[in-house]
């Protein structure tokens, strides 16, 4: 039987919105649109534009037992530490948090994460076997113009006039040079670093731009997932995550594929996410992790991103 899902997108520094149907079978040729789970394989849609679909009523119920308390999450920062003490150069972790709202709002919310967000990519989407989630993230995780790729190395996170400090440079370092190594460039260049604002959090950024004619999903299944939003090396971040972190990302920290839109494909990280119920919002919220990070301020990195999104929408815990 043929699954039907729902997009509505509107891309970054733009203010057009686009939606309609995804499907998810049809011709190869038709299928313009990638969601992958942080774990999972990548799912593919063909998405018909259409500005008369009629939405049922989000009727999914929560289900609690994603959610940690402080004393936990402190815990399993405390953990990753200690792992990165002894060989892991970094890792991500992260936590829920699911709070009270009527999700028939989530037409008010996409509108005000465009407002608030100009830089980043905002939707909504219902993906068969995943329900229903809302975003705006930064993170771009391959963008194709022609035969031309550019990504960006992403890390690092600070709050309004806080300057950065070592770790948050070396956090990022290492995120330049792993997407390097995993890319394999011959001839690509790396920008100089800057700083890159969502709302009050600031991050580090590098852009990386080479040339290629491989496929544009294939260049992102190649990055995901990048040490930005899992760690390094990779295969021990995964087998720590998938041992201590405690709970099924789903498609946080997966991403999202817009292939041929605007003149353009681009792949973007699922992060600055949350997952609708019947009755509310599970939040995605995380950082990364290394020797020098201490579990209090970490924990408090978390609280705050989660407060840039629900000040973003308007709602309070």
Request: aromatic share 12%; net charge negative; glycine share 8%.
């Amino acid at each position: 039987m043929q699954a039907q899902g729902f997009l509505k997108f509107s891309l970054p520094n733009q203010t057009e919105w686009h939606e309609g149907i995804l499907s998810s079978q049809g011709p190869e040729s038709e299928q313009r649109f990638w969601m992958k789970p942080f774990g999972g394989q990548a799912m593919g849609f063909s998405f018909k534009e259409s500005e008369s679909i009629q939405i049922q009523p989000i009727s999914e119920p929560f289900q609690p037992g994603f959610e940690s308390s402080k004393s936990e999450y402190v815990h399993l920062v405390s953990q990753a530490i200690e792992s990165c003490a002894h060989g892991m150069k970094k890792v991500v972790c992260s936590r829920t948090k699911f709070v009270s709202a009527n999700p028939e709002n989530w037409k008010t919310w996409l509108v005000q994460l465009r407002a608030k967000f100009p830089k980043a990519f905002v939707y909504f989407a219902h993906i068969p076997g995943h329900g229903h989630w809302i975003g705006a993230t930064p993170e771009v995780l391959i963008q194709k113009e022609r035969n031309q790729m550019s990504t960006m190395a992403l890390a690092g996170t600070k709050w309004g006039d806080e300057p950065f400090e070592q770790k948050e440079f070396d956090e990022q370092q290492l995120v330049t040079d792993t997407i390097l190594d995993d890319l394999d460039l011959g001839s690509g260049h790396a920008g100089l670093r800057y700083e890159r604002s969502f709302g009050e959090i600031r991050h580090l950024c590098t852009d990386i731009v080479f040339d290629s004619a491989r496929p544009i999903h294939e260049i992102a299944e190649a990055l995901h997932p990048t040490p930005a939003v899992c760690g390094m090396p990779k295969q021990d971040a995964r087998a720590f995550l998938a041992r201590f972190e405690g709970y099924d990302r789903s498609l946080y920290t997966g991403y999202l594929l817009i292939d041929g839109m605007a003149e353009s494909s681009a792949a973007f990280v699922n992060l600055r996410c949350a997952r609708i119920f019947q009755n509310g919002l599970r939040f995605y919220i995380g950082g990364g992790i290394n020797k020098d990070s201490n579990p209090e301020n970490e924990w408090e990195e978390t609280e705050r991103k989660l407060q840039v999104m629900m000040n973003a929408i308007q709602l309070h815990d």
